[in-house]
């Protein structure tokens, strides 16, 4: 079981600032089924509030939104639950842990920092 990781930024034009940014740190995971893999991201921002997503993109397939993290709440989509799909945000960091890895779970995840504004 392969999973990539790959990170990105999203940021409004208004609010994106160069010093705003997520950092890579770790490239391909390679896990066996029903294992946790933890996927880390770490991000640099001068806002004092942003939102930290992970997206799931599977082969030929548009991105999948899989959750959203802030520091005042959390979200996930119905198709990942956070029993298998969590993710804390801690210290300028929202490692995305997966666990009891099934074959359906290697795909590139994208880990994103965006910037809630007036056209949200």
């Known amino acids: 079981l392969l999973i990539h990781l790959f990170l990105c930024m999203f940021c ?10 997520v950092i890579q740190e770790q490239r391909d995971v ?3 089924e ?5 996927l880390h991201c770490k991000y640099e921002t ?14 030929n397939k548009f991105p999948k939104y899989v ?4 520091t005042a709440s959390e979200d996930n989509a119905q198709e990942f639950p956070k029993n298998r799909f969590d993710a804390e945000l801690r210290d ?9 890895l099934q074959l359906s779970d290697s795909a590139v995840y994208y880990c ?9």
Do not use: M, N
């Open 12 to 21: 409004s034009s208004s609010e994106c600032k160069g010093e705003d940014k």
């Open 30 to 32: 390679i896990a066996a």
């Open 34 to 38: 029903g294992d946790t893999v933890t």
């Open 46 to 59: 001068t806002s004092t509030y942003a939102y930290l997503f992970w997206y799931k993109q599977e082969v």
């Open 67 to 70: 959750l959203r993290r802030d």
């Open 92 to 100: 300028k960091s929202v490692p995305l842990k997966i666990q009891k």
């Open 112 to 120: 994103a920092l965006h910037f809630p504004g007036e056209h949200q």
